[in-house]
């Protein structure tokens, strides 16, 4: 089973600063099959990023995806302040599929 | 664009078997991988499987012994049995469609197990 460590597990930023989010596997993959999900409270995660970069119809171009290997990061350009929500990694190149623990972005 | 309404009881007693069902509209039933997750405090999210529209299905080894998935084309329904389930199985389960990611989501349903 292929293990998701994100970091930080909190990162504590203000509006129209930039985010860092990373996303570490406990083995390499071999293809892009990592996607990173929002999610607010009482809601369902929203698909952010799928293909390590690639971003779904109606996703804002300040989010985007990098890395290859084991290391994966999600950059918020600048955040809004719709963007405070936690976000998981998801990789699907394997079974069991599995997620990250998620780190949550709030206001500083 | 696929929209997933889930239904299914909300309080499930020890031993028993929980029950969930996952409507689709919109989009086409063979599209899709039809995935199953589920999310409490203590575990965050985890994948329990999914069923293509031909019956294959994949499951979480952790959680395979217990599980049924099974998929309705006719109805445009997908379906997840949990059987002998214990309090550690109470969660907020989601269903969703992707191909490999998921999409799109169901709106999750709280699933309690206690007597």
């Known amino acids: 089973e292929i293990v998701l460590t994100q970091s930080p597990g909190t990162l504590a930023l203000s509006p129209g600063e930039r985010a860092i989010l990373s996303c570490r596997a406990s083995q390499s993959f071999s293809s892009n099959s990592l996607a990173w999900y929002q999610q607010k409270p009482g809601q369902p995660p929203r698909l952010l990023i799928y293909d390590v970069f690639i971003r779904p119809t109606g996703i804002p171009d300040r989010f985007s995806g990098s890395g290859s290997g084991t290391d994966f990061i999600l950059t918020i350009s600048m955040l809004e302040p719709e963007d405070f929500a936690v976000y998981f990694c998801?990789?699907?190149?394997?079974?069991?599929?599995?997620f990250g623990q998620g780190t949550k972005v709030e206001f500083k | 664009q696929v929209r997933l309404q889930q239904s299914g009881p909300g309080l499930v007693k020890p031993s028993e078997t929980l029950s969930l069902t996952c409507s689709v509209s919109g989009g086409s039933i063979r599209g899709y991988y039809w995935s199953w997750s589920r999310q409490s405090p203590g575990k965050g999210l985890e994948w329990i499987g999914y069923v293509f529209y031909n019956g294959t299905t994949n499951e979480n080894p952790s959680l395979k012994s217990r599980l049924t998935m099974s998929v309705d084309t006719s109805k445009r329904q997908f379906s997840l049995k949990l059987h002998s389930v214990t309090a550690a199985d109470t969660a907020v389960y989601y269903c969703a469609a992707g191909n490999g990611w998921n999409d799109f989501w169901g709106q999750g349903i709280l699933v309690t197990v206690s007597s």
């Open positions: 998801h990789q699907y190149v394997s079974s069991p599929r599995t």
